[in-house]
């Protein structure tokens, strides 16, 4: 005797196993995507449309694979086929032009090349919460990058192109005045911070990150016309921060933490700061409804799978800065392309 499965939803339509097709389909974007950017199609595509023959003498490909690459994305809006194989960039298409700033290039040879094949492990993480890059590399990320130079310079450049994607909306948004040394906790190679700098004359700064990673910062910092004003300090923000300061800064990091760590974070800043002083963590928000929410919880699973941490709501941020000794004062849009936030908190 057969089982009728009765549900309130009302049965799915054509559109919607449609629909469907194209969301379990998405890893075939990804990838193609990923193909094209490492090829260098955009930048060649840059000054105008190419055979596609052309493209792939260029760039030591098979041109009847390559044309078929750039067929399925064009239905997926990044290039236009103009005639018989002769094909154009779309403005969607530049983003991954490498000279833009904020160039999505980075961000596509690191997410899918370096972090693609954990993904496939994602079950691992559901069933056992274990973060699923740790069970394919048999390390962490932030271990697997110092083992891995032409990894980690891939994770920096990303890293660099997310600060210059969010451009000069941190100054432009949040009020800087009365704060006359800042403390960039985890700060790269110095983008974020030179750009802070750079907007506030008499402002003195410190660029705080491991050894490995901040030899790579004088050539930012000499670029924004800031490295006079700028002191370099070594170190890992799980112990003792350059004290001082009057607003430690930390963006993206938190987010890379479970609640365990990014208490420690937070309360190595809290030990460091000056009395009146802040601390400014620019991430995103989690909002309650979940379809807005998609960009962000996209991003929450990217952290579950890579490093073990996650996206937070206001309540979770709020929650952790209170037990770090902050309190959390406002929050402030950069309205900026990466949908960031700064979360205020000052000292309680």
Not at 20 to 42: C, F, H, K, T
Not at 252 to 269: F, G, K, T, V, Y
Not at 328 to 339: E, F, K
Request: glycine share 10%.
């Amino acid at each position: 005797m057969s089982t009728v499965v009765t549900s309130s939803v009302d049965a799915p339509s054509p559109q919607d196993f449609g629909e469907m097709i194209n969301l379990i389909g998405g890893y075939r974007i990804s990838q193609a995507i990923y193909a094209v950017a490492e090829l260098g199609i955009p930048d060649l595509l840059a000054a105008g449309p190419r055979r596609c023959d052309e493209l792939a003498r260029e760039t030591n490909t098979h041109a009847p694979t390559l044309f078929r690459i750039l067929r399925f994305l064009s239905g997926a809006g990044l290039f236009n086929e103009l005639g018989p194989k002769e094909f154009e960039l779309t403005r969607l298409g530049s983003t991954l032009q490498t000279d833009l700033p904020g160039s999505f290039h980075p961000a596509v040879r690191f997410l899918l090349g370096e972090l693609w094949t954990p993904w496939g492990r994602l079950i691992h993480s559901v069933r056992t919460g274990e973060t699923a890059f740790d069970h394919v590399h048999g390390m962490g990320l932030f271990e697997y990058l110092r083992n891995n130079p032409e990894a980690s310079a891939a994770f920096n450049s990303f890293m660099t192109s997310l600060s210059a994607r969010s451009g000069t909306g941190i100054v432009e948004r949040y009020d800087f005045s009365g704060i006359r040394k800042v403390v960039d906790v985890g700060g790269g190679h110095g983008f974020l911070l030179s750009t802070i700098l750079r907007a506030n004359p008499t402002m003195r700064g410190v660029l705080f990150d491991l050894p490995d990673v901040v030899a790579g910062a004088d050539q930012v910092l000499e670029n924004f016309a800031v490295r006079e004003r700028c002191e370099v300090v070594e170190g890992s923000f799980f112990d003792a921060l350059p004290e001082g300061g009057d607003a430690y800064v930390l963006r993206q990091i938190i987010h890379d933490w479970d609640d365990e760590r990014a208490l420690a974070i937070l309360r190595n800043c809290r030990a460091a700061v000056t009395r009146t002083g802040k601390v400014l963590v620019i991430e995103r928000q989690i909002v309650p409804d979940h379809r807005e929410a998609m960009r962000v919880l996209h991003a929450d699973l990217e952290m579950l799978v890579s490093v073990g941490g996650m996206e937070r709501t206001d309540a979770e941020y709020r929650s952790l800065f209170e037990k770090a000794g902050f309190r959390l004062t406002t929050i402030v849009p950069l309205i900026d392309a990466g949908g960031f936030s700064v979360f205020e908190g000052v000292c309680t």
